[in-house]
């Protein structure tokens, strides 16, 4: 059969206008994905950064507490570290800081039998070779404390720095790094010192200066392309001793994050061009008077969303052509939707079920593996929830901050799983005196109690109560030497005129705990 030339126009214009639909879907499409591709790895890059600095500002965060529990002792360590670093003997391949210990307990016990380490003789009357006994066990204890937290969360490196600005040179004191020495490999070596300028570093010396941690990353370029270093700085008795430098590799997850944000681009835009594909076919074969009583199909289903309208599409348009085919798709769609519509019901119920687990798991993650009562996370949030009841007004609180004595000699001594049990001990105590409020684990061996109701107005009584029921456990001779437990404790009530936080209850709380530890330090010399 010959077509006939008016047909030929026809199929000329559809084809012309077929190309034309076809070249501005696909260069839109690309457009798209284009935007898609660069908003999704923008995002998924400030997401992963974001949580690499609150993983490294948490980490360096830990470390500083377990510092600041040592206190002097450490200062003391950094102190020797700085003039003896280079007749210190560590060994290259020490894995247990215990088998150091043993040998300085060793010493100790010939050199000054019958007493007692930090009871009858400091560490400043140590002689210079059980000195350096002495601070060889502490640097190992310290080298493996970094090095579990850096296997913990799987950064690059961690290390604390002692910094000279003078020469804005630093030191490598604890380095997780080991180097043996030249003249003898069998012992690390000790106090590496580099130049890192403030033109390179500044916001490494900016801590340090400052005292304060900045909420960013140190980035520089070395051989192995860009690193991130997060910094926190370390101060004892107002002077900056150092900082804690936490270093995290995220230009290997930049290449990851690029290459699936390109991979998944393309199948987007693949997927695209089927759809554009599929849609150009139906168009061009579209008759209007029948397509617009399509959309008034269409258009009843959506207001009535009654499957039945496809039963009724299919039978209206039944005549062999695209079209037929095209009705066909619709009533499938409509069935599908209602299909969908089904299962996103279903689909809430479990998303019901889900969140109730979550809800489970989150109640989960704000409490203390060990004690069982509230962390940190939990303190803070409750925290924010009085700072907004104080700006209605709200008053009648107030902070006890409880702070276990000797946790570490009972860990060196005769383990952790004896000092896990002082710790709980100490709990037990806290919630027994304190009934009514709150009690917090903030920290290794600190405790929180926020002040509330009847406990709020007992508050001074209460905790005399708990500091004696504190002294008959640490004299009772019937109990375990890691169950006679000593703490130190300090007490603040809200006051409106000086504070206006609880952040500034806390603060005088922390302050007369540690006077009351000063005090019980003098009372024991």
Not at 328 to 355: C, F, N, P, Y
Not at 378 to 393: L, R
Not at 455 to 478: P, V
Not at 488 to 500: H, L, P, Q, R, Y
Request: with cysteine.
């Amino acid at each position: 059969m010959q077509r006939k030339r008016g047909d030929f126009l026809k199929v000329k214009r559809s084809s012309s206008m077929l190309t034309r639909f076809a070249a501005m879907f696909i260069l839109f499409g690309f457009l798209l994905v284009v935007m898609f591709g660069f908003v999704a790895y923008g995002n998924e890059m400030n997401t992963y950064t974001d949580l690499q600095l609150e993983l490294t500002k948490k980490t360096g965060e830990y470390l500083k507490t377990i510092i600041d529990r040592d206190g002097q002792d450490f200062k003391k360590y950094t102190e020797y570290f700085e003039t003896h670093h280079d007749t210190m003997h560590v060994p290259m391949d020490y894995d247990d800081y215990n088998v150091a210990l043993d040998n300085f307990n060793k010493a100790f016990a010939k050199e000054y039998p019958g007493k007692v380490f930090e009871v009858d003789v400091s560490v400043d009357e140590l002689s210079d070779e059980l000195k350096e006994l002495y601070y060889v066990y502490d640097h190992e204890y310290w080298g493996l404390t970094f090095e579990d937290a850096r296997k913990s969360y799987g950064f690059v490196y961690i290390y604390f720095l002692q910094m000279h600005p003078e020469t804005e040179m630093v030191t490598y004191m604890i380095d997780i790094e080991r180097i043996p020495r030249e003249n003898d490999p069998d012992y690390m070596y000790l106090g590496d010192t580099i130049l890192n300028p403030y033109t390179k570093f500044p916001i490494e010396w900016d801590v340090f200066n400052s005292g304060k941690p900045a909420d960013e990353f140190q980035i520089w370029d070395n051989a192995y392309g860009h690193n991130y270093a997060y910094y926190t700085p370390v101060v004892v008795d107002g002077k900056i001793l150092g900082v804690i430098g936490v270093e995290v590799q995220i230009d290997t997850i930049n290449q990851t994050i690029l290459i699936n944000t390109l991979k998944m681009s393309f199948s987007v835009f693949i997927v695209m061009l089927v759809a554009v594909a599929g849609l150009l076919y139906l168009v061009n074969k579209q008759h209007l008077k029948k397509i617009l009583a399509l959309a008034g199909s269409v258009r009843t289903f959506s207001e009535s969303k009654d499957p039945a309208v496809a039963d009724e599409i299919e039978k209206s348009v039944n005549d062999g052509t695209e079209l037929s085919y095209l009705a066909e798709q619709i009533a499938a769609m409509i069935r599908e939707l209602d299909g969908h519509v089904k299962k996103l019901v279903e689909t809430a119920k479990e998303l019901a079920v889900s969140q109730m687990r979550e809800a489970a798991a989150s109640e989960l993650a704000i409490k203390d593996s060990l004690t069982g009562i509230r962390n940190k996370r939990a303190y803070d949030n409750m925290c924010q929830d009085i700072n907004f009841e104080i700006e209605g007004g709200f008053k009648d609180f107030g902070i006890v901050m409880i702070d276990l004595n000797f946790l570490k000699r009972i860990n060196d001594t005769y383990g952790h799983d004896k000092g896990n049990i002082s710790i709980i001990k100490l709990c037990n105590t806290i919630c027994h005196t304190f009934q009514h409020s709150p009690v917090f684990r903030i920290g290794g061996d600190e405790f929180v109690v926020v002040l509330q109701g009847e406990d709020y107005r007992n508050g001074e009584k209460l905790t005399e109560e708990f500091m004696e029921e504190i002294r008959k456990l640490s004299e009772d001779e019937k109990l375990q030497n890691w169950e006679r437990i000593s703490a130190a404790t300090g007490i603040a009530m809200f006051d409106g005129t000086v504070d206006k936080t609880v952040e500034n209850t806390f603060k005088r709380a922390d302050e007369k705990m540690y006077e009351n530890k000063r005090k019980m330090k003098a009372t024991r010399a």
